[in-house]
């Protein structure tokens, strides 16, 4: 059975920091991207960054771009999404994601939540101001 499971969220002031992570079990990923999402209570959920399991291909939306950092561990099978400076606005749950298709299958790069199929139970961040 896939399991993605997120971990590492939490409450932290503005211009903090927090280390997202998503371990997956039950098989690999290696050929797929792998994604995050949140989505704000009353919104919809958003693409915020993804990456091929090898680390290339790199993409993240522009509400994050140079705060967020998305990574990949193999040998632990897990996904990172580091988050730095902060700000209310980016309060959310945060989801973790699996790609349907394998890389070399899909064109572009993926960032609609409906081209994922694998997803976790998500975890919470919540920035004060």
């Known amino acids: 059975q896939v399991q993605l499971v997120e971990s590492g969220g939490g409450l932290v002031q503005a211009g903090g920091s927090l280390r997202l992570s998503c371990a997956v079990s039950?098989?690999?990923?290696?050929?797929?991207?792998m994604g995050w999402f949140r989505q704000a209570p009353g919104k919809e959920r958003e693409f915020v960054a993804t990456?091929?399991?090898?680390?290339?291909?790199?993409n993240y939306a522009d509400s994050v771009k140079g705060r967020f950092t998305i990574s990949t561990d193999n040998a632990k099978n897990t996904v990172y999404l580091q988050m730095n400076s902060l700000k209310p606005e980016d309060t959310a749950v945060y989801y973790c994601?699996?790609?349907?298709?394998?890389?070399?299958?899909?064109?572009?790069?993926?960032?609609?939540?409906?081209?994922?199929?694998?997803w976790g139970q998500g975890t919470q961040v919540t920035v004060s101001s």
């Open positions: 994601a699996a790609d349907l298709r394998p890389s070399a299958l899909r064109p572009g790069v993926p960032k609609q939540a409906a081209e994922y199929g694998y």
């Open positions: 039950g098989r690999t990923f290696s050929s797929y991207h």
């Open positions: 990456i091929r399991w090898s680390g290339n291909n790199i």
